[in-house]
T-cell receptor, first 112, second 116 residues
Framework: KAGVTQTPRYLIKTRGQQVTLSCSPI?????VSWYQQTPGQGLQFLFE???????NKGNFPGRFSGRQFSNSRSEMNVSTLELGDSALYLC???????????FGPGTRLTVT | AQKITQTQPGMFVQEKEAVTLDCTYD???????LFWYKQPSSGEMIFLIY??????QNATEGRYSLNFQKARKSANLVISASQLGDSAMYFC?????????????FGTGTRLKVLA
């Protein structure tokens, strides 16, 4: 079974730009969660999508948004990028019912 | 308030020895789950072990075991017979049931270095 894939793996953007990250979950998994990992704040939950609906949301500003498609692939968008948005963005896939989450390799975003 | 506390920022262990990574948690939920993940330098988070709040026996997965002490709200990870490949960051996490949906909270991690 193929694992969770995230594209792109690395990204460099300038302040004020926007960015879209993609996550393809494990086949059959309907839930995708997004996390931001930084040295200062650690791993923080952004949001979770299940069957194309946002089911849960962390404490991030509205510049962070996401969506999920009918094939369960998910995208995360960050608008008006700030230097502090530089981070490793991880997505995790699960059935949405069981407890296990399987993480992708992450997208490392650098904002200059 | 920190809901998951990992008090050991870094740990060293000799190859083939056992090591315990500490984790305490705080929740008022009766039903919750506790997890440990490993994150090598490559960045990918790898699921290691899970313990449900109602599970009476400690979870074990190969060389990994979770020492669950519910009254003390601790969920320590024990790695037996350490290997060089165990060198990584280890994160303790909790799944809370918030209004019928799950939310995951992670600790700050412990960096483990296995010495040859």
């Amino acid at each position: 079974k193929a694992g969770v894939t995230q594209t792109p793996r690395y990204l460099i953007k300038t302040r004020g730009q926007q960015v879209t990250l993609s996550c393809s979950p494990i086949s059959g998994h309907r839930s995708v969660s997004w996390y931001q990992q930084t040295p200062g704040q650690g791993l923080q939950f952004l949001f979770e999508y299940f069957s194309e609906t946002q089911r849960n949301k962390g404490n991030f500003p509205g510049r962070f948004s996401g969506r999920q498609f009918s094939n369960s692939r998910s995208e995360m968008n960050v608008s008006t990028l700030e230097l502090g948005d530089s981070a490793l963005y991880l997505c995790a896939s699960s059935t949405g019912i069981s407890y296990e989450q399987y993480f992708g390799p992450g997208t490392r975003l650098t904002v200059t | 308030a920190q809901k998951i506390t990992q008090t050991q920022p870094g740990m060293f262990v000799q190859e083939k020895e056992a090591v315990t990574l500490d984790c305490t948690y705080d929740t008022s939920d009766q039903s919750y789950g506790l997890f440990w993940y490993k994150q090598p330098s490559s960045g990918e988070m790898i699921f290691l072990i899970y313990q449900g709040s109602y599970d009476e026996q400690n979870a074990t997965e190969g060389r990994y075991s979770l020492n669950f002490q519910k009254a003390r709200k601790s969920a320590n990870l024990v790695i037996s017979a350490s290997q060089l490949g165990d060198s990584a960051m280890y994160f303790c996490a909790m799944r809370e049931n918030t209004s019928g949906t799950y939310k995951y909270i992670f600790g700050t991690g412990t960096r483990l270095k296995v010495l040859a």
